[in-house]
């Protein structure tokens, strides 16, 4: 109350304000010729009655009031200033500490590229301390030409509004401390505070992922030249093994007629096995031959109706079917696809062939379908699959991936329907050259089937 105070000392109330301070404030204004003067506003601590402190922000005016020097003082609580203040702080803290755990360079810059902040993550990634760079325009982070180029830049986007950056993430060089350049991912957005055009950018050092994709790309590159070497060098091989081959069957065929009368029973038989493995040999060699062709020829894609491709295979096998008690089946139209048509033939007569050949059922039955690799509850993206399936006599699961080697088989027939073990490899061959993949399921005795997948698109397939 106020009989509590009045002619009490000030310092009761304010304990900041010790007698000393009163009088050389007082002896101040008195310097100033009674005039009245006012000291500035400054924050300092309050007493209530009960004991607790507030923040106040306190005043003093002199004034000679009545021909007596007098100090009027002024004061407002301010605790809820002070309590919004500490929040905001607070708040900038937890902010800052965000800023700096995230993993990606965090920095802001002023509508004039000036750096307004830079986070822990940039310190690591640039090699600068924030107060090296804060103030500082951005374009210290960038090598030629972004260096010189950055200002005019700006200010074409703040003039017209032309984004290149902002909003878009991409990849640039930046520089660091120590003058090196690296790659990096930058994210650019644009923000108002308090009503200043701010820009954020996100930065990502992608050293490790560039030096992987180069990598990568080399041993593509390396991968490609060495599958062409491969695929020359099988062509070449097979030419000059044939010439010496030939010498070697026709010479066998010259002693035959020549000497047959000479030789018993035992050496003719000799002479006909030697002829059958130079043929024999031959054939493997063509097949190596047209193995590497399928490698080096580009392919001739054109929109190919599947059906007519089957009816085409029923039409040319037509005998070989009949004796064989086979038929082909398709469950569904099948569809009309981009592709090689030759090669496509190739891979369907091969996979059928297969069904009817290994095949020990009265009646075999050989069907041409598609389904898509969500049907097969396979774990790919969603893709349309083609399959062949048969009902003979199955492949054992450890010759799964084998069978597609060039050469394997794994049944023992006689001479005369012996295969060389090429046709799954010129299939896998003709589903890779059009960028697809082959694999198949089997029950022993049950039957196979057959699964691939076709992408070719006009333009696409020389790769
Ligand atoms: P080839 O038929 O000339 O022997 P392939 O490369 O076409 O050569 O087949 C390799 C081997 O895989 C065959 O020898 C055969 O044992 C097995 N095979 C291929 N297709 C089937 C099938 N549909 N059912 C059972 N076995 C098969």
Redesign the pocket.
Known sequence: QRDDVIGRHIGMLLPAFEPHICADALKRHLMVEDQACTSVAREVTARRKDGSVVPMEFRVNAATIEGAPMLIGTIRDISERKDAEAKLREEAEHLQAVMNTVIDGLITIDSVGRIQTFNSSAVRIFGYQPEEVIGQNVRILMPDPYHSEHDSYMRNYMETGDKKVIGVGREVSARRKDGSIFPMELGVNEMTISGERMFVGTIRDITERKEAENAIASYVRKLKLSNAELDEFAYIASHDIKEPLRGLSSNATFLQEDYEEKLDAGGVKRLNRMRYLCERMERLVDDLLYYSRIGRQDLAVQPTDLNEVIRDIEDMSEATLRDANAVIVTPEPLPTITCDLPRITELFR??I???V???DKPTKVIEVGVTTTETLEEDAAPERVFY?K?N????APE?HDS??RIF????EEDDEV??????????KKIVERHNGRIWLS?EQGR??T?YFTLNAHAGAEND
Do not use: A, C, P
């Not at 012996?418 to 299939?427: H, P, S």
């Open positions: 091969n996979l062939s297969n069904g050949k290994y095949n062949v048969d003979g006599v199955g492949i010759f069978v597609f394997k088989r794994l049944n012996k295969g060389t073990g090429v046709g799954l490899t010129f299939v089997s039957g196979s057959f």
